[in-house]
């Protein structure tokens, strides 16, 4: 692990921070490029960007107080002081940056389902570029493993799991089943946003499945807490897919018909109960 790249004196250059800051930038860059190729103005991407980056950086840091209250309970003041105490919530920050960005877009009156289309591959990219600067400072780490793969940890006993490679791999993955939904999407002419909804609903279950092979002590039950966010994160995939992939449509006649079935088969039996 490489956690610290570059000191001079008093100053301190840390792998994880660069990372971060080139994940945002990346995802910045991308996340313009999707919408402007949709004819969204450059003063609006701005706005979404602008005030999805305050909200998610807000709420990662709020969730990861909630979480880990033992880590402020002497000083308070360290909750802002992340200099300090550091320490983010990815997904609580994913959560709030989403929640932003599709209330902002009846504001700016933008389509939600460009948004959801251009975030889905840029927040994609900027995962594998940010993981990999949580790989080299050991932000989290994996359970301890025999596999050959196995790594050390600095201030971790034993080998554990490269858990951060894992997301990367997975996540490159999921891009790539992006990209070959995104062509399929194109011939079929599927509507705005439907891609989007797919990164999310492959990114909860994979993301779901990987936190197993993460060393973490916040559960509730026999999950952790960012199991339960991915959880939410699909539940509410799945209600979109009801209402943008036609499923609302394709639906409403099969229960209408179940419905007209049943009431039919009830006063069919009433009507033989009073002719018996």
């Known amino acids: 692990m490489h956690p610290l790249l570059v000191s001079f004196g008093p100053f301190h250059l840390y792998s994880f921070s660069v990372f971060l ?3 945002w930038l990346v995802f910045s860059f991308l996340f313009w490029r999707a919408l402007r190729s949709q004819g969204v103005a450059e003063e609006h991407i701005f706005n979404l960007t602008f005030y999805s980056t305050i909200s998610a950086f807000v709420c990662a840091r709020v ?14 003041l360290k909750i802002a002081a992340l200099w300090v105490q550091p320490g983010m919530s990815l ?6 940056g989403l929640l932003v960005l599709i209330s902002l877009c009846r504001t700016y009156k933008v389509r939600v389902g460009y948004v959801l289309d251009a975030f889905g591959p840029a927040f994609g990219v900027s995962f594998v570029v940010g993981t990999n600067g949580a790989f080299l400072d050991g932000t989290y780490v994996g359970r301890m493993t025999g596999l050959p793969w196995a790594v050390r940890f600095v201030g971790h006993v034993g080998k554990r799991h490269p858990v951060q490679i894992y997301e990367v791999i997975v996540m490159i993955g999921i891009l790539v089943f992006l990209a070959v939904m995104a062509r399929r999407g194109v011939q079929k002419k599927w509507p705005y946003g439907l891609l989007g909804l797919w990164f999310f609903a492959v990114m909860s279950v994979t993301m779901f499945l990987l936190e197993f092979f993460k060393d973490t ?5 026999v999950l952790s807490a960012n199991q339960w966010i991915l959880v939410a994160l699909f539940a509410e995939t799945i209600g979109a897919f009801y209402v943008r992939g036609g499923g609302r449509e394709a639906i409403r006649p099969v229960i209408n018909k179940i419905i007209n079935k049943v009431g039919t088969t009830i006063q069919y039996a009433k009507f033989s109960k009073r002719n018996s």
């Open 91 to 96: 997904y609580g920050g994913l959560a709030g």
């Open 21 to 23: 800051v080139s994940a």
């Open 63 to 76: 969730v990861f107080v909630v979480l880990n209250t033992e880590l402020f309970r002497e000083n308070v």
């Open 217 to 221: 002590h916040v559960y509730f039950t």
